[in-house]
């Protein structure tokens, strides 16, 4: 059994908190949140204690991993603990909206020798990995084009927005580390643009709500990304790999599998509502894999270095969108 404490209480927590509390090899600990009243709730609904302090979970030798998911700007100093507390640590992205402060928290986490892991979840959507393993295979032949699609129903709290980073480190994110992921490569450059048109008053703090990210691998193959905050339809992520023999997709998912035929007319499920709800299964994926790490002791399946490389995309991205310009990806430590 590996002994978890969870850090942070809020809607992300709660999802996690409920995967450690599923998992079969997994005892659920202890939660600490900055909000007492809040941790204390979580953790009575999942049969674990609240911590008061920090000091009880990276003071306590009775533990062998914690789960970050606190407020992103506490990401980087919660690493830093686990290190000095030689615990291992599966931590939400992004490591720190700032990329030298991220760059320096992973050399020090990897000085200390703990197992950290990035939570890139949608690296564990089933579609997605055989997606990505039709590719390594080469049944579709040489890589030419990656098309990946990320587009939300309904845009997200002002509040939050203001502090995720933009949508190129808070959503593209996760797609330039698929782009990174299925191809196998590392990209060269990113030429990016981006709008606000749903809401125009994200300008106010350099956001966009719809952008196209067009990225280049080593190899000449290319990969184009399109993320929308704001559809009238539903969650629609969807990737598709064009090859030299042979394309390969992992389709939109709709929220029901059947279908009602009637006379002429036909009805159908449309996509998901929200984004958790198609991403959902992912989470409880991506944990199982890490603890697997831990029982099997070998390495996390997407190291902080790994992380890192995707942000350093993000931000060249969001360098693009200022310059007018394709922009050099810099991925050095």
Not at 165 to 180: E, K, M, N, S
Not at 320 to 328: D, F, L, Q, W, Y
Request: charged residues 20%; contains cysteine; hydrophobic residues 45%.
């Amino acid at each position: 059994m590996q002994r978890f404490a969870l850090i942070g209480a809020g809607f992300i927590g709660s999802v996690h908190a409920h995967n450690l509390a599923a998992h079969p090899e997994i005892d659920f600990k202890l939660v600490y949140d900055i909000d007492p009243q809040r941790a204390a709730a979580l953790a009575s609904r999942h049969g674990a204690k609240a911590a008061a302090t920090l000091d009880q979970i990276f003071g306590n030798d009775g533990l062998d991993a914690v789960f970050i998911a606190s407020s992103t700007d506490s990401h980087a100093q919660n690493l830093r603990l686990a290190a000095d507390a030689r615990l291992a640590a599966l931590v939400e992205k992004p490591i720190d909206l700032d990329l030298e402060t991220a760059k320096a928290t992973v050399a020090y986490v990897e000085r200390s020798g703990i197992k950290a892991m990035v939570n890139f979840n949608r690296r564990f959507d089933r579609a997605h990995a055989e997606l990505k393993e039709l590719v390594h295979s080469g049944r579709i032949g040489d890589l030419a084009l990656l098309q990946l699609t990320s587009r939300g129903p309904a845009l997200p709290p002002l509040d939050y927005l203001k502090n995720s980073g933009g949508q190129f480190l808070d959503q593209a994110v996760h797609f330039y580390d698929l782009a990174r992921w299925i191809s196998g490569q590392d990209p060269l450059q990113v030429h990016a643009f981006g709008s606000a048109l749903s809401a125009p008053e994200i300008a106010e703090f350099g956001d966009v709500d719809t952008s196209i990210s067009s990225l280049q691998f080593p190899s000449g193959a290319m990969a184009q990304i399109d993320c929308v905050r704001h559809t009238n339809y539903g969650y629609d992520e969807r990737i598709e790999a064009l090859g030299s023999e042979a394309m390969a997709a992992s389709e939109r998912q709709p929220s029901g599998h059947v279908s009602l035929f009637q006379g002429q007319h036909a009805q159908s499920h449309g996509l998901h509502g929200n984004w958790f709800d198609r991403v959902q299964p992912t989470y409880a994926a991506s944990l199982g894999a890490f603890v697997q790490a831990l029982d099997e002791d070998r390495e996390v399946p997407v190291t902080l270095r790994e992380g890192l490389k995707s942000q350093a995309i993000a931000q060249a991205a969001v360098r693009s969108i200022a310059t007018g310009h394709s922009e050099m990806i810099d991925y050095s430590l």
